[in-house]
């Protein structure tokens, strides 16, 4: 269920908020940390990243997504939140990934976990979002299970998943029972239409919702590539997450002429609603989706920072015709061929 506290104006943007397992009502922004697990995005010392996470957290940004293998995302955050005021307030949604073959024993499953723990300094994970690599090896349903049994025993409030598809999300579904599973973490933008297909329905039949990222494609889908050239893939100044996406615009999606028409198409949306930007739209497009939760926008924290801008999807909805406006470039891009060309969700990791 998604609840819808919109503001009255263009000025004080209501938080939107939705609800996660039926117990945790979280927002439908919430701010990845991804970029710490690598120096290519730009570094800060660490004083100046905590007091970035205060900045959102006052901004009400207070759902933060982190992972196992995000650099010191964790231990920040950890930081941080003991440092803050109320820390009940601020949601941390963590992953343990395994790229791996292990045997998931129940003592290796715990230390995974207390790693997290002990990582954040929590008692409880509010959110664990378990990833698999290696769907031949069927030992996530046994991983899977374990966790199941710590969350009785108070070490994970709620679980989810990170890069699943379709099939697989559905056979844990089951596996596990109702509420069982709650999120899957997967990448969905205007570009990547992917979870359009069968993850909508696996999501609505299990009352799973997603957490999406790369919904702004590094930034490309941005006011600041409105009229530019083609950048060069392999360019100095591009960041690992652009040199991702614009490889799957140029040779998947499209072409750099098609991504430019759709810009022009969210650009004149934009100007239809007071102070949004094109980012604004493309994000609000993703979010207009029942099965979508939040949308993770990731942080360069201590770098650059965007939580005004951000804030402004919040204060307006798209409509009808916005909607076939963009669907009208859509059509004209292999965006609906990529389920078959690169696979479902998470296969392009695999």
């Not at 007071?274 to 994000?283: D, L, V, Y």
């Amino acid at each position: 269920m998604v609840m819808l506290t919109l503001a009255p104006t263009k000025i004080d943007y209501a938080t939107e908020t939705f609800q996660l397992g039926g117990s945790m009502t979280l927002p439908r922004l919430f701010t990845g940390l991804w970029q710490l697990s690598s120096n290519s995005w730009g570094t800060a010392p660490a004083t100046k990243i905590r007091r970035e996470m205060a900045n959102y957290a006052e901004n009400g940004y207070t759902a933060f997504d982190i992972a196992d293998h995000y650099g010191s995302a964790e231990v920040l955050f950890g930081e941080f939140r003991e440092r803050w005021p109320q820390p009940e307030s601020i949601i941390g949604a963590t992953k343990w990934c395994v790229f791996r073959k292990v045997d998931p024993t129940r003592a290796l499953v715990e230390v995974a976990i207390q790693d997290r723990l002990d990582r954040m300094k929590a008692r409880r994970i509010d959110l664990l979002q378990f990833h698999w690599q290696n769907y031949e090896d069927d030992g996530y349903l046994t991983a899977l299970h374990h966790l199941q049994d710590l969350q009785r025993e108070g070490k994970i409030a709620l679980i989810g998943l990170c890069n699943f598809d379709s099939l697989r999300m559905n056979e844990i579904c089951e596996e596990l029972g109702p509420g069982g599973i709650v999120s899957n973490q997967v990448q969905f933008s205007l570009v990547d239409v992917r979870p359009l297909y069968a993850m909508a329905e696996v999501c609505k039949k299990h009352n799973v919702k997603l957490l999406t990222y790369g919904t702004v494609c590094g930034g490309f889908l941005s006011d600041a590539w409105l009229g530019r050239d083609e950048p060069d893939l392999y360019a100095g100044a591009l960041t690992p997450s652009q040199r991702k996406y614009l490889d799957m615009i140029v040779k998947a999606w499209g072409s750099w002429t098609l991504f430019q028409s759709l810009l022009v198409v969210l650009r004149s949306i934009a100007d239809k609603y007071e102070g949004m930007s094109i980012a604004n739209i493309a994000t609000r497009w993703v979010l207009d989706h029942p099965f979508v939760g939040a949308v993770i926008i990731g942080a360069r924290m201590g770098v650059s920072e965007h939580t005004d801008d951000n804030r402004k999807v919040y204060g307006f909805r798209l409509s009808s015709e916005d909607r076939a406006a963009i669907e009208a470039v859509l059509v004209q891009s292999n965006g609906s061929q990529l389920i078959r060309t690169i696979g479902d969700c998470g296969a392009e990791y695999r």
